[in-house]
């Protein structure tokens, strides 16, 4: 969507993409603008498969060739790591580590179509990360997140923030 880096600039948001080589492969400079207006482009493997169970070396091709991917597209190695679908095993830990990545975050909300779903409680706490996608309705989708992040009294931050130094 063109006009979503221009949202995520004009609300002034750290935020964090971590983007899967086949779903950038159309438009990989889109996230140009991303990458100069500050925002961090991290691993997220290069087919979005599910890694849990899967051989040391599937796994291996899937984060160590997304994050060397990404780094010669932006010009920044990713230093952190996002499963899909939330799903790993200490192979998928083992082969983030060994990748060089320094450490694997998960969600705690999601939002779609405008609407924040929790996985506990009903309200944003510090330090959660709130899941989104760039859907159609994206727009709606950020400002339900920014939203719910204000509900709680919170303010959005790096999730660099959050992670020890050597992370």
């Not at 899967?20 to 889109?30: F, G």
């Not at 207006?37 to 691993?43: K, L, M």
């Not at 997220?44 to 597209?73: I, M």
């Not at 309705?137 to 959005?156: C, E, H, N, S, Y």
Request: net charge neutral; glycine share 8%; aromatic share 8%.
């Amino acid at each position: 969507l063109p006009e979503a880096v221009a949202l995520v600039r004009a609300a002034g948001v750290p935020v964090t993409l971590f983007l899967t080589m086949d779903a950038i492969h159309d438009n990989p400079a889109y996230f140009n603008a991303f990458r100069d207006a500050g925002i961090a482009i991290e691993a997220h493997t290069l087919s979005h498969p599910h890694l849990r169970g899967k051989p040391y070396a599937a796994q291996q091709r899937e984060v160590c060739g997304s994050a060397d991917r990404l780094g010669a597209l932006y010009g920044r190695r990713p230093t952190l790591f996002r499963a899909p679908f939330g799903e790993h095993d200490a192979t998928t830990l083992k082969v983030m580590h060994d990748c060089g990545l320094h450490a694997a975050l998960f969600w705690k909300q999601t939002v779609n179509e405008g609407i924040v779903r929790y996985q506990q409680g009903s309200t944003v706490q510090r330090g959660d990360i709130i899941l989104m996608h760039f859907r159609p309705r994206f727009v709606d989708d950020f400002i339900a997140a920014l939203q719910a992040i204000k509900a709680a009294g919170l303010t959005p931050a790096l999730l660099e923030d959050y992670l020890p130094a050597n992370a």
